[in-house]
């Protein structure tokens, strides 16, 4: 999918902007599927609800997308420490042989 935003693709699809977006146009604009929309999406957005009908405003859906994507980059940070810090615990120091600690050397 382009960089375009989901209010730029609501606009795009309507000719008029639009303000929310029904469940299936939201699981389209983000790529995913009407099911994955529901299981993944759904519980961490606000939700417009208009007799059976439920609405997604594009605002919400925004603030997901940017939610997690900072999330997958946060994670992949920590785990990128998380192994650099291990790596860096498991070699042994120059001028020490593996297994002897800093207090038997003293």
Known sequence: MSSR????????????????LSRDEAAQSVGISLDSFERYVQ???RMIRCGKLRLVPVTELQRWLDENAEGLLARAYDGDRQLNGRAARESPQPGTRRGNSSAAQD
């Open 43 to 45: 519980p961490h957005v």
């Open 5 to 20: 935003s989901a209010a730029q693709l609501a606009v795009i699809a309507t000719g008029l902007p639009r303000l929310a």
